[in-house]
DNA sequence: ATACTTGCTTGCGTTTTGCAAGTGCAAACA
DNA sequence: TGTTTGCACTTGCAAAACGCAAGCAAGTAT
């Protein structure tokens, strides 16, 4: 995850977010808007605490998400998707559509998938829109 | 890239082809619909031959490639999408999109989304549409 | 027959990952 | 005010994955 292999928009974007951990960070983003670094150590899969600080510096220093103070308490960070962040959101519903296409996923995600596809355009933007007010 | 992690459509997504390489093997076929192991190698990433081995595998494994006899040759394989890669088409596009948005990406890669931002679903539905016929 | 191409496989040193334990600071508690 | 707890990371180290170079078997060309 270091430099640039080459400039095919492709190659690009997986030198940034193409890794086995960094899409479900930005998911855990999407669904929640706002993570402390401990809510991350408890989503299901279970990323280790170390490539854990390292996925999110790197998502950091690439613009995709930012550190903010917490309103409570010095003690805690929290992590937001910045607009780049968001951005990704077509590319996240897109690869859930495939999921749902060829795998066997939890209802409540069909569920979502089934609004998403009355009218993808507008699921879409009304998603982006709401990430952007928090 | 062994067992899967979680129930996520993310998840599952990733633990298939959320490596470095299998969506740069994928975006080759999705190029030339056909392709022999030499081909792969080079592309201009210049992926390891035991790398690429293990990719292509794997992701036949999972059912998104298959290799065919190639018709002039015993000694040539030749690697194409199968219905579930081909589905990975409006993925690809999205990305595409994201980078070409936040990247600076080359010019016939630009050219290619302008096309696309006419009418997406359409470009979509003839791209996949073309794939299926090789 | 011989040399060359093609599609891998093997060895091996380097890098990345994953697990466990530890550190530093802020907040809560006694 | 001293102490314990919670939170955000770091560090150490073994295991796995990666990357490069060389090797190899089957097929093709000369």
């Given at each position: 995850m270091?430099?640039?292999?080459?400039?095919?928009?492709i190659?690009?974007?997986?030198?940034?977010?193409?890794?086995?951990?960094?899409?479900l960070?930005?998911?855990d983003?999407?669904?929640?808007?706002?993570l402390?670094y401990?809510?991350?150590?408890?989503?299901?899969?279970?990323i280790?605490?170390n490539?854990l600080?390292a996925?999110l510096?790197?998502?950091?220093?690439?613009?995709?998400?930012?550190?903010?103070?917490?309103p409570e308490?010095k003690a805690?960070?929290?992590?937001?998707?910045?607009?780049?962040?968001?951005?990704?959101?077509p590319?996240?519903i897109?690869i859930?559509?495939?999921?749902?296409?060829h795998?066997?996923i939890?209802?409540?995600r069909?569920a979502m998938l089934?609004?998403?596809?009355?009218?993808k355009?507008g699921?879409?933007?009304?998603?982006m829109?709401?990430l952007?007010?928090?």
């Open positions: 270091k430099s640039q292999r080459s400039e095919c928009p190659s690009q974007s997986l030198d940034v977010w193409g890794d086995k951990w960094s899409l960070i930005i998911r983003l999407m669904t929640a808007k706002q402390t401990g809510d991350f150590l408890k989503a299901p899969e279970g280790a605490t490539i600080a996925r510096l790197m998502l950091e220093e690439n613009g995709l998400i930012e550190k903010l103070d917490h308490s805690k960070v929290l992590y937001r998707l910045t607009g780049k962040g968001i951005d990704l959101v590319v996240m897109e859930n559509l495939w999921a749902e296409k795998f066997t939890p209802a409540d069909k089934k609004e998403v596809k009355k009218d355009e699921f879409i933007k009304a998603g829109k709401e952007r007010r928090s």
